[in-house]
């Protein structure tokens, strides 16, 4: 890792950032990747956002949309589900 903030904090910050954006833009890989980058510098790596985004997807808080383009975005609840 290339700095002090773990994995699991920046996939929590990338969560935010997906979460804020939700139904106005979607969010791409490399578009998390330059937020995150932008905000904590040389804190974080490429490799530390790669990994945070596969932990976001692994554990089911966001998924990939495919949509226009591939996205990351937060999961739909279905109709029924509510």
Known sequence: MAGEISVEQLADEMYGVVAENAGMKKMKAGDLTK???????????KQDCKSAIKLLIDSGRCVYGYYGGSSIELPRTEGAAN
Do not use: E, L, R, T
Request: proline share 0%; aromatic share 10%; net charge neutral.
């Open 35 to 45: 937020a995150m980058i932008a905000k904590f510098g040389d804190q974080v790596s």
